[in-house]
């Protein structure tokens, strides 16, 4: 079997350590991997597929012998050095928010719209990890019985900021526990003991950047403009693990037992739910799994034709690193690389 050449940009951070134990764990056609992150972490050691490896700064210079560049390094980090990366010959996938919107640029969750892998231009956009599970979920009961309408809360981990985040939830709930003064650096409050309902930016409309990135992304990967979203997104005092409390209209009515039917046979998902005995999905015991897990699934009592769900997924593993390393084989299991 082909093997092929991988750079990985943003290896130190969290995304990207994912990326190396799963591509282990899936035994991933990997020639070389060349792990990569900026020249804070130049020179400590990366294991890869049981050698030890050097992690490199990544420069201009870094793709040249690479057949997949997987970007997990932040915004501006694929902006300056994706378009490098492709025209050295490498296909990128990028797990950051810089390409998700570009026309020219898939966005892509395996399990709903893998087709549109075809339409790519080097370059492949990973949706936002609070994206992935919702589409995921959504889009075997959406092909059945049409989606009108969403409403939703998300309860999302501290790494979904990164390394540092998930310091700060250490630091700051040792000194909530010692009764030391807490102050903040990476959030604008204590995350420690605490929620807040802002994640990204404020825009003009009082929603949030990381709100409007759900709406506009389910849309693109779904095809529609047509379904009517809104969200709000709260950041939780979790390590990892995003958790989605999720209110749908469908077209017509649907049971609870076929959404759960439904559900129970589609890729990737794992339906735990038993009321009787306290069986749901939650964010702990779902962390280091590779499935997205759904349960409360009810009626909802304000409309005819809801449903209600509760979705959680590791936001490093499905939500980010998985992700990306689906649509890579994808690609290659296709013979479109
Ligand atoms: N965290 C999530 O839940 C999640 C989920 C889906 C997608 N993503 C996306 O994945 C990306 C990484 O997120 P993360 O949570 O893994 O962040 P992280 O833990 O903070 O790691 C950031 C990584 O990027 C590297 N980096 C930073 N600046 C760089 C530069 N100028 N040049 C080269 N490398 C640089 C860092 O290297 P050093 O070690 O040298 O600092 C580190 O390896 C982001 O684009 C994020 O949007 C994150």
Redesign the pocket.
């Known amino acids: 079997m082909k093997k092929y050449n991988i750079a990985i940009?943003?290896?130190?951070?969290?995304?990207?350590q994912e990326i190396i134990k799963i591509l282990e764990a899936r035994s991933f056609p990997a020639g070389n991997v060349y792990p990569?992150?900026?020249?804070?972490?130049a020179g400590s050691r990366a294991f890869i597929n049981h050698n030890e490896v050097v992690v490199r700064?990544?420069t201009p210079e870094s793709f040249r012998q690479v057949d997949i560049a997987l970007f997990?390094?932040?915004?501006?980090?694929s902006l300056y050095y994706s378009p490098i990366a492709k025209a050295s010959g490498a296909l990128v996938i990028d797990?950051?928010?810089a390409f998700r919107m570009y026309r020219e640029v898939p966005l892509i969750v395996p399990e709903v719209n893998a087709q549109d892998i075809k339409n790519h231009n080097g370059i492949i956009a990973?949706p936002?990890?609070a994206t992935i599970q919702l589409v995921t979920a959504l889009y075997p009961l959406h092909k059945v019985n049409p989606i009108k309408r969403i409403i939703m809360a998300t309860y999302e981990s501290v790494?979904?900021s990164?390394?540092?985040a998930m310091n700060e939830l250490t630091t700051q709930t040792k000194a909530v526990l010692e009764g030391r003064n807490v102050i903040p650096h990476i959030y604008h409050h204590q995350i420690a003991f605490n929620v807040f309902p802002e994640i990204d930016v404020f825009l003009d409309d009082g929603y949030t950047r990381e709100e409007w990135k759900i709406i506009e992304e389910t849309r693109k990967i779904l095809h529609t403009e047509e379904i009517a979203i809104s969200v709000t997104c709260v950041r939780a005092p979790v390590y990892i693990g995003y958790s989605e409390a999720v209110n749908i209209e469908f077209t017509s009515p649907m049971s609870p037992d076929e959404a759960k039917n439904i559900l129970s046979m589609a890729r990737g998902i794992k339906v735990l739910d038993d009321p009787s005995v306290s069986l749901y999905p939650q964010p702990w015991p779902a962390a280091g799994s590779n499935d997205i897990f759904v349960g409360r699934i009810r009626k909802d009592v304000s409309h005819p034709n809801g449903l209600v769900m509760w979705i959680v997924t590791d936001?490093?593993r499905k939500?980010?690193a998985l992700n990306s390393i689906q649509i890579a084989e994808e690609m290659i299991n296709n013979g479109w690389l």
């Open positions: 940009v943003g290896a130190t951070g969290l995304v990207g990569y992150s900026s020249g804070r972490s700064a990544v997990a390094a932040g915004a501006e980090v797990s950051g928010t990973s936002n990890s790494s979904g990164g390394a540092a936001n490093l939500g980010g």
